[in-house]
Structure formats: structure tokens, C-alpha cells
């Protein structure tokens, strides 16, 4: 079964700065996606970025990108430029390439507070 | 994105007394719903996956005479928490995914806002 590790519960950054949310995950499938998800305190969820396994480019939405590394299976997410608006958790998850079968593994979270 | 969305937004209901929570997918067709439950300060947990018109598939450890999944129509799952519990209080989110056609392929899930649920 595949798992997503997220080792830091909590980050703090400081408004316009930059931070990393770490992610690893283990799978022995060699087609999946990985995705970044913010809930913030309405607790809707939201997508915030994706990556396809088979692509080697990291994705990039605006001001999130991602570093990931397919040997080592990690997944970290960079917000640059970090506004209050980004307080939120962060849940790194996995899913599968399986077609309609396949359904997203969550991690354990990331709490992301950002200070003026 | 599209829009699904859940009714009731929280219910606080007796020990005993059965629940039904609604997901709808608003401006597409939800092939495929899935309901996860959250306990405070932690991750989504599935709890099932339901196809349209066909039964739904429990993750295990999920009693599925407690938590009755119906997904009759392309647009609407409904979630009954039957004889429910303290224990039962939680935070139920549904998402809803719409395939789109076979291949390399990737199809977004969309959330709901979830449903707050409390049993006294």
C-alpha cells in the first residue's frame, strides 16, 4: 500500500518570505500523481498543485512550485513571497495512474502559520 | 473549478438517531464519489467509494451497515450515519470526480465543503 509521510506538523513563515513543506511518499508503482492540498480554517479543500510522475519538469502554479525528486520519492512544496492568506493546512497526497480505481492517500498534514 | 456541495453544513443530533448527509455535484456529472471522514487536527481518512448505480466499495475498518452509501444518480450521494454515536461526531467531506474518458489521464477531485456532525 502506497503512503505519504509528512514530517514537520507545523511551519511558520514570515509574510513575503519563502518556505518549504516536505513530503515523501512510498509506492512501488511507476505511474501516479502527487498533488498539494490546502485546507484552510473553512476547511474546504482546495488543489493547489499537481505533478505527474512521468514528467520530469516540476510544476509550478504562481507563487507554489514543487521539488520532485522520483528516486528519492520526495514531493516538497515551495510558497514563495508567503501572504497571510496562505495560513492553511497543507496535506501532500498520492494517487495512483490507475484509472477510475485509483484514490488519493493523504498525508498527516502540515500546519502553515505566516506572521507579519 | 466545479462546484460540489454538501447539505446539511454541521447537525448536532440524539444518541440513536440515524443522519443523512447530501454531496451534489453542481455543473457536472459524478461518475465517481468518494466520502472521507477528518477528526480534528488530522488527515482526510476514506471511507468509501461509490460508482453511480452501483454498491459502494468500504475501505476497511468502516462498518458499512453503519454508514450507508447511495450514489442513485450522477449528481447526487447521499451518506446515512444509522444509530449514530458520540463517537460517530466528526467531520464528513465528500468529493466528487468525473472520468472523462479512458487513457493516461488525470481527473480532479472536487470537495466539498463538508458536513459537521455531532451526537450527544
Known amino acids: 500500500a502506497q503512503t505519504v509521510t509528512q514530517s514537520q506538523p507545523e511551519m511558520s513563515v514570515q509574510e513575503a518570505e519563502t518556505v518549504t513543506l516536505s513530503c515523501t511518499y512510498d509506492t512501488s508503482e511507476s505511474d501516479y500523481y502527487l498533488f498539494w492540498y490546502k485546507q484552510p480554517p473553512s476547511r474546504q479543500m482546495i488543489l493547489v498543485i499537481r505533478q505527474e510522475a512521468y514528467k520530469q519538469q516540476n510544476a509550478t502554479e504562481n507563487r507554489f512550485s514543487v521539488n520532485f525528486q522520483k528516486a528519492a520519492k520526495s514531493f516538497s512544496l515551495k510558497i514563495s513571497d508567503s501572504q497571510l492568506g496562505d495560513a492553511a493546512m497543507y496535506f501532500c497526497a498520492y494517487k495512483g495512474g490507475t484509472g477510475t480505481a485509483s484514490k488519493l492517500t493523504f498525508g498527516t498534514g502540515t500546519r502553515l502559520q505566516v506572521t507579519l | 473549478g466545479a462546484v460540489v456541495s454538501q447539505h446539511p453544513s454541521w447537525v448536532i443530533c440524539k444518541s440513536g438517531t440515524s443522519v443523512k448527509i447530501e454531496c451534489r455535484s453542481l455543473?457536472?456529472?459524478?461518475?465517481?464519489m468518494f466520502w472521507y471522514r477528518q477528526f480534528p487536527k488530522q488527515s482526510l481518512m476514506l471511507m468509501a467509494t461509490?460508482?453511480?448505480?452501483?454498491?459502494?466499495?468500504?475501505e476497511q475498518g468502516v462498518e458499512k451497515d453503519k454508514f450507508l452509501i447511495n450514489h442513485a444518480s450522477l449528481t447526487l450521494s447521499t451518506l446515512t450515519v444509522t444509530s449514530a454515536h458520540p463517537e460517530d461526531s466528526s467531520f464528513y467531506i465528500c468529493?466528487?470526480?468525473?472520468?472523462?474518458?479512458?487513457?493516461?489521464?488525470?481527473?480532479?477531485?472536487?470537495f466539498g465543503p463538508g458536513t459537521r456532525l455531532t451526537v450527544l
Open positions: 461509490s460508482n453511480e448505480g452501483s454498491k459502494a466499495t468500504y
Open positions: 455543473d457536472f456529472q459524478a461518475t465517481t
Open positions: 468529493s466528487a470526480r468525473d472520468f472523462k474518458g479512458s487513457g493516461r489521464g488525470w481527473n480532479e477531485q472536487f
